[in-house]
């Protein structure tokens, strides 16, 4: 497969190296099925080889990106030839950088697994492991999603670089319903653990079960646990906005904040990790071929690093962290540090509030300042004096992220690895306990 992807690419540089000024390519093939449950049953297996080529065109310091999901290269060809005649009336790129020389890059061992491509053809046995264990925890119906994949991606660029990658993905959401209680979970990682799927059904129905009870909760400020699926979503949030790209479009909390400065909680660690192997979008390189590398995007609570590619590290006079990227780098995967309390002494320890166990429809309404909000999905329980005694019902947080981030006492001893379409970015969390959120009712 290596030789195929890099042959495409070789015939993609053939083409076009005379007519640009520098080029990359970038080919991506991906083998999935996508298996969706609907009340216990299988409803819909769907599997497919999606072939993705996606081109960095520089002419005069002139910066083309095309991406076409296709297997005719002759079209794409024909496409991107015609494009230079439209160089001129492009202005110049404010970010130029020139691309990065080559340089060796450390690969990455293991990142195919084994189970995933024998389940790949047949992956029954696995959504019947995540309904069952659900229905022996007591769920009534079930609902989600299991994916599998096998990825390979082939990058070459005009200055030199070649590189080459094969990963594994799984990827398995699910949720529990119970009378009109639902709960959910997710996981995501390039391994296949059945224990981990098992985990997935039996949280859920553990959720949907654990209030039956409605609590009438007002408006107004609560401590709140959040479940690593929230962490996830919102950590996300906030390590996308240390793009370095974000920073300078003034679409950032970091906007005005300096490398150094404190951000969060004392206890609050979080970095970037592209070379943790379990999470699914792990990588030796970049997309302008730079070696990945580990990094705390913010550690013991002070802001450690933006992330950059070769053009806002430019600008800002510093070296790439690998995040490339060609328009904005990004976070590959996120890794929330560890604290030393069990999700029991986090209830323990909340005299009034919240354990919010799923979010949606996360939005921002001041990129700068920080001011966002979420609407929480299935169980929402009331905890009082320490005791979980009901159902809250819909809720939504409308606060601050930097609020947020300095009000976190308490941290989860535990990680999950989650993944589903709330939390795009493969994400290792536990939980958190937030002080002094402010809780509304999404339609108050």
Not at 103 to 112: E, H, Q
Not at 238 to 257: E, K
Not at 363 to 388: M, P, Q
Request: proline share 3%; with cysteine; aromatic share 8%.
């Amino acid at each position: 497969m290596s030789k195929e992807l890099l042959f495409i690419n070789e015939l993609v540089m053939g083409k076009l190296r005379n007519l640009y000024d520098e080029l990359v390519v970038h080919t991506n093939e991906v083998s999935s099925v996508m298996i969706k449950i609907v009340n216990n049953d299988i409803a819909l297996q769907h599997a497919q080889t999606l072939y993705t080529i996606s081109l960095y065109l520089v002419k005069n310091r002139r910066t083309f990106v095309l991406e076409s999901s296709t297997s005719n290269v002759g079209e794409l060809l024909r496409l991107v030839e015609g494009l230079r005649d439209y160089a001129g009336m492009i202005q110049e790129s404010e970010l130029y950088a020139p691309l990065p020389e080559p340089k060796p890059y450390k690969p990455l061992d293991n990142l195919v697994d084994e189970k995933v491509v024998a389940y790949i053809s047949n992956p029954t046995q696995l959504c019947e492991l995540l309904i069952n264990s659900a229905i022996n925890e007591g769920a009534q119906r079930t609902s989600g999603t299991l994916k599998l994949s096998i990825s390979s991606k082939a990058l070459t660029t005009s200055n030199g670089f070649e590189g080459f990658e094969r990963g594994s993905e799984v990827v398995a959401y699910l949720r529990a319903f119970r009378g009109d209680c639902s709960g959910h979970w997710a996981y995501g990682s390039r391994f296949l653990d059945p224990r981990s799927l098992e985990e997935v059904g039996r949280k859920a129905a553990q959720y949907s079960a654990v209030a039956k009870d409605s609590a009438n909760v007002s408006p107004g400020r609560y401590d709140v646990i959040l479940s690593p699926l929230v962490v996830g979503n919102l950590m996300e949030l906030i390590a996308s906005m240390a793009s370095a790209f974000y920073v300078l479009s003034g679409f950032s909390i970091f906007m005005n904040r300096e490398v150094g400065d404190r951000v969060a909680s004392e206890d609050l660690t979080l970095a970037d990790v592209p070379r943790d192997i379990l999470l699914g979008s792990s990588t030796a390189f970049d997309d302008e071929g730079v070696e990945t590398y580990d990094k705390e995007i913010i550690g013991r609570g002070v802001l450690k690093t933006l992330l950059h590619n070769s053009k806002t590290a430019s600008r800002l006079g510093v070296k790439s962290t690998g995040n490339a990227g060609w328009i904005s780098p990004r976070p590959w995967n996120i890794s929330l540090m560890t604290g030393d309390a069990e999700l029991e002494e986090m209830i323990n320890e909340v005299r009034n509030g919240l354990l919010i166990t799923n979010n949606w429809y996360t939005r921002l309404h001041n990129y700068v300042e920080g001011v966002f909000s979420t609407v929480s999905r299935d169980a929402v329980l009331y905890i009082r004096d320490g005791v979980v005694v009901g159902n809250a019902g819909r809720v939504r947080i409308a606060d601050n992220l930097n609020k947020l981030l300095n009000n976190i006492v308490m941290i989860g001893r535990e990680q999950y690895l989650i993944k589903w379409w709330e939390v795009t970015t493969p994400s290792k969390v536990p939980y958190l306990l937030v002080k002094d959120v402010n809780i509304t009712r999404p339609f108050d």
